[in-house]
C-alpha cells in the first residue's frame, strides 16, 4: 500500500497529460468525418452500451456535431491544461460518452476505450500542476485551476500513474481471460482460430484490394508452428499481464512485449489498435518513479 501512494513528481502526470490528449486531439481531428458520420447513422441500428445506455435514441446530427467539436475543443484544452479544474474533467466525460455512443452502433473499438479510462483517471488527479497554461498563468484564474499541489514530488502525482498501469493490465487479462473462458478455451494457443481470422482477412483483400497482400502473411497462414507460437505469446501476454504490476522492469518488458504484439497483429492482419500502436498506451510503466524522486527538471 505505501508503495501505492509512493511520491512521484508533476512533470511525469504531466507527460501523460500531454501523451493522452495529444492522441485524442490527433485522432478527432485526422477522423473527423468518420466521426461525423456516426450522428447520422440509421436510428434503428442504434442500441445503448454503457453510459450510451442512458441516451432514449440517437443524438440530432446538428447536436452530435457541436457535441463532436466541443469534446475536441476540451482535448486542445486538457492537453494544454488551460482551466484545468472544469477542462480535465469535462473532456474525460464527454470522450467516455462519445466512444460509448459510437460502440452503441456495432463500432467497437477496445483500444479507444483504454484511452478514455486513463482520460479517466487523469481527469481525478492534478494532472497540469506543472508543464500547463494553468501553471504558467500562476494564480490569475483561481476559480477554474487545481493549486492544491505544488511542485514538489507528492503521493497525489504517483498514484495516478500506477492506477493507469492497474487499467492497463487489467483490460489485457480481460481479454486473455474472455479467451479462455471461450468455446475453445486453452484450445486457442492451438493457432486454429488466428488462422481462421487470418484467413478471414485475406479473403478481404483479394476481394476488395488485393494490392495490399502481404507474402508474408500468406506464409505464416499455411504455417501451423508459427500460427500456434503466436497464439500462444499472445495470450501468455495476455493473461500475464498482472504480473506488469509486479515492479518498475516487469512492468516496461510486458509492455513491450504487448506493444510488440500489436504492432504483429497490425503487420499480419491488418487490424490497427491505434492507442497501443502509438506506444501512449503504456507510457505509465516508463514513467513510474523510482523509490527516491527528485524534484521535476
Same mark, same amino acid.
Request: proline letters at 6%.
Given at each position: 500500500?505505501?508503495?501505492?501512494?509512493?511520491?512521484?513528481?508533476?512533470?511525469?502526470?504531466?507527460?501523460?497529460?500531454?501523451?493522452?490528449?495529444?492522441?485524442?486531439?490527433?485522432?478527432?481531428?485526422?477522423?473527423?468525418?468518420?466521426?461525423r458520420?456516426?450522428?447520422?447513422?440509421?436510428?434503428?441500428? +442504434?442500441?445503448?452500451?454503457?453510459?450510451?445506455?442512458?441516451?432514449?435514441?440517437?443524438?440530432?446530427?446538428?447536436?452530435?456535431?457541436?457535441?463532436?467539436?466541443?469534446?475536441?475543443?476540451?482535448?486542445?484544452?486538457?492537453?494544454?491544461?488551460?482551466?484545468?479544474?472544469?477542462?480535465? $474533467?469535462?473532456?474525460?466525460?464527454?470522450?467516455? /460518452?462519445?466512444? &460509448?455512443y459510437r460502440? !452503441?452502433?456495432?463500432?467497437?473499438?477496445?483500444?479507444?476505450?483504454?484511452?478514455?479510462?486513463?482520460?479517466?483517471?487523469?481527469?481525478?488527479?492534478?494532472?497540469?500542476?506543472?508543464?500547463?497554461?494553468?501553471?504558467?498563468?500562476?494564480?490569475?484564474?483561481t476559480?477554474?485551476?487545481?493549486?492544491?499541489?505544488?511542485?514538489? $514530488?507528492?503521493?497525489r502525482?504517483?498514484?495516478?500513474?500506477?492506477?493507469?498501469?492497474?487499467?492497463?493490465? &487489467?483490460?489485457?487479462?480481460?481479454?486473455?481471460?474472455?479467451?479462455?473462458?471461450?468455446?475453445?478455451?486453452?484450445?486457442? &494457443?492451438?493457432?486454429?482460430?488466428?488462422?481462421?481470422?487470418?484467413?478471414?482477412?485475406?479473403?478481404?483483400?483479394m476481394?476488395?484490394?488485393?494490392?495490399?497482400?502481404?507474402?508474408?502473411?500468406?506464409?505464416?497462414?499455411?504455417?501451423?508452428?508459427?500460427?500456434?507460437?503466436?497464439?500462444?505469446?499472445?495470450?501468455?501476454?495476455?493473461?500475464? &499481464?498482472?504480473?506488469?504490476?509486479l !515492479?518498475?522492469?516487469?512492468?516496461?518488458?510486458? !509492455?513491450?512485449?504487448?506493444?510488440?504484439?500489436?504492432?504483429?497483429?497490425r503487420?499480419?492482419?491488418?487490424?490497427? +489498435?491505434?492507442?497501443?500502436?502509438?506506444?501512449?498506451?503504456?507510457?505509465? +510503466? /516508463?514513467?513510474? $518513479? $523510482?523509490?527516491?524522486?527528485?524534484?521535476?527538471?
Amino acid at each position: 500500500m505505501n508503495a501505492w501512494f509512493a511520491p512521484a513528481a508533476p512533470w511525469r502526470l504531466a507527460v501523460l497529460r500531454w501523451g493522452v490528449g495529444g492522441f485524442y486531439c490527433w485522432q478527432l481531428l485526422g477522423e473527423l468525418e468518420q466521426w461525423r458520420k456516426i450522428g447520422r447513422f440509421p436510428r434503428a441500428d +442504434f442500441e445503448g452500451v454503457g453510459p450510451a445506455s442512458l441516451f432514449p435514441s440517437t443524438v440530432d446530427p446538428v447536436a452530435y456535431d457541436v457535441w463532436l467539436y466541443a469534446t475536441i475543443a476540451l482535448a486542445i484544452c486538457f492537453t494544454i491544461g488551460v482551466c484545468s479544474r472544469i477542462t480535465v $474533467p469535462a473532456f474525460a466525460l464527454s470522450s467516455l /460518452f462519445l466512444h &460509448a455512443y459510437r460502440s !452503441s452502433f456495432q463500432f467497437l473499438s477496445h483500444a479507444d476505450n483504454l484511452a478514455a479510462l486513463h482520460a479517466l483517471v487523469l481527469a481525478a488527479a492534478p494532472c497540469a500542476a506543472v508543464w500547463s497554461v494553468d501553471a504558467w498563468a500562476g494564480g490569475r484564474w483561481t476559480w477554474v485551476m487545481d493549486r492544491t499541489a505544488g511542485p514538489e $514530488p507528492s503521493e497525489r502525482f504517483g498514484w495516478p500513474i500506477r492506477l493507469m498501469c492497474a487499467v492497463t493490465a &487489467a483490460t489485457y487479462f480481460l481479454a486473455g481471460f474472455s479467451k479462455l473462458s471461450g468455446p475453445l478455451g486453452l484450445a486457442w &494457443a492451438s493457432g486454429e482460430n488466428l488462422r481462421d481470422q487470418i484467413g478471414k482477412d485475406q479473403l478481404n483483400r483479394m476481394l476488395y484490394a488485393p494490392d495490399t497482400l502481404s507474402v508474408l502473411t500468406e506464409r505464416i497462414y499455411q504455417s501451423h508452428a508459427w500460427l500456434g507460437a503466436a497464439a500462444s505469446v499472445t495470450l501468455l501476454l495476455e493473461i500475464g &499481464a498482472p504480473l506488469l504490476l509486479l !515492479s518498475r522492469w516487469t512492468g516496461r518488458i510486458g !509492455s513491450l512485449g504487448l506493444f510488440g504484439m500489436h504492432w504483429g497483429i497490425r503487420t499480419l492482419m491488418g487490424i490497427a +489498435f491505434v492507442y497501443p500502436l502509438t506506444g501512449i498506451a503504456f507510457w505509465s +510503466f /516508463f514513467l513510474l $518513479p $523510482p523509490r527516491e524522486e527528485t524534484p521535476a527538471p
